[in-house]
């Protein structure tokens, strides 16, 4: 691979963003597991219902995320949901 500037500042951009979807469902996972271990009525976390809730709120909190591939959101999400399966096993 030889990427030129205008490529590396899209990897770049696509890193970041997956990073900060990672720790952004992180955080609300945990949020959301918390307030589930008190109430046992909510629904518990999952990396669906995160991607749902942060596609919902992007365009107005975070639109640079818009620059990017949604896939880059949705796999860190999901590479998320899959790391606590692991966890919860």
């Known amino acids: 691979m030889d990427p030129n500037d205008v490529q590396i500042t899209y990897f770049?951009?696509?890193?970041?963003t997956a990073r900060f979807a990672y720790n952004w469902g992180l955080a609300?996972?945990?949020?959301?597991y918390a307030a589930w271990k008190i109430n046992p009525?909510?629904?518990?976390?999952?990396d669906p219902a995160l991607r749902k809730h942060?596609?919902?709120m992007k365009r107005e909190a975070f639109?640079?995320?818009?620059k990017v591939s949604k896939s880059?959101?949705?796999?860190a999400l999901r590479n998320l949901g899959v790391a606590y399966?692991?966890?919860f096993e």
């Open 12 to 16: 770049r951009q696509a890193a970041g």
């Open 28 to 32: 609300e996972w945990e949020k959301q």
């Open 41 to 46: 009525t909510l629904p518990k976390p999952s």
């Open 54 to 56: 942060l596609n919902a």
């Open 63 to 66: 639109p640079w995320m818009l």
């Open 72 to 75: 880059v959101v949705q796999e």
């Open 85 to 87: 399966a692991h966890w």
